[in-house]
T-cell receptor, first 114, second 110 residues
Framework: ETGVTQTPRHLVMGMTNKKSLKCEQH?????MYWYKQSAKKPLELMFV???????ENNSVPSRFSPECPNSSHLFLHLHTLQPEDSALYLC?????????????FGDGTRLSIL | QKEVEQNSGPLSVPEGAIASLNCTYS??????FFWYRQYSGKSPELIMF????GDKEDGRFTAQLNKASQYVSLLIRDSQPSDSATYLC??????????FGAGTRLFVKA
């Protein structure tokens, strides 16, 4: 496998459920990112990890909890979500921890909250 | 609030024409600029990046940066129907934050 892979591709969950999104990058990159993409809105940066350490938390509600066990894997744990959290969640990676590096995106997880 | 602004479009051009996509940014400290293409239902894909004032060409694509005017553009020459997509402009200011615009939808008519 190459690139950035995300699972699942689609997820429907109730507001009381707990679920996790998974991201894996096969590019040897050291930085990983979570973004939220809502219809007709800019991509919103949620979290940035550099060498498994969280370096950016963009005022994201605590119902979203990221985890980066190693430089190739990134998770987003979800609990008690709200309907407005329905969106496309994109994972990205870049070669070095630094914003001058282009980012490579996964295909995203389409999340629907009932 | 740091912002990147793009016209949402759609921008419609005939096949073979030049498509011109524009972007402005509010943070004068922005250092690096990226153009991503996103097909419907797909992830953003890097097209070009530019760091210095002036033009940068790659095949049919030319990125232009004017830091004094806080303006970035992407020109697509000989536009093809396969270029029909949403184009995202992004700017970074150092550190780890990248600010994205909402994107411009481009439609190339065959």
């Amino acid at each position: 496998e190459t690139g950035v892979t995300q699972t699942p591709r689609h997820l429907v969950m109730g507001m009381t459920n707990k679920k996790s999104l998974k991201c894996e990058q096969h590019l040897g990159h050291n930085a990983m990112y979570w973004y939220k993409q809502s219809a007709k809105k800019p991509l919103e940066l949620m979290f940035v990890y550099s060498l498994e350490e969280r370096v950016e938390n963009n005022s994201v509600p605590s119902r979203f909890s990221p985890e980066c066990p190693n430089s190739s894997h990134l998770f987003l744990h979800l609990h008690t979500l709200q309907p407005e959290d329905s969106a496309l969640y994109l994972c990205a990676s870049s070669q070095a921890p630094g914003s001058n590096q282009p980012q490579h995106f996964g295909d995203g997880t389409r999340l629907s909250i009932l | 609030q740091k912002e990147v602004e793009q016209n949402s479009g759609p921008l419609s051009v005939p096949e073979g024409a030049i498509a011109s996509l524009n972007c402005t940014y509010s943070d004068r400290g922005s250092q690096s600029f990226f153009w991503y293409r996103q097909y419907s239902g797909k992830s953003p894909e890097l097209i070009m990046f530019i760091y210095s004032n002036g033009d940068k060409e790659d095949g049919r694509f030319t990125a232009q940066l004017n830091k004094a005017s806080q303006y970035v553009s992407l020109l697509i020459r000989d536009s093809q129907p396969s270029d029909s997509a949403t184009y995202l402009c992004a700017a970074t200011t150092g550190g780890f934050k990248t600010i994205f615009g909402a994107g411009t939808r481009l439609f190339v008519k065959a």
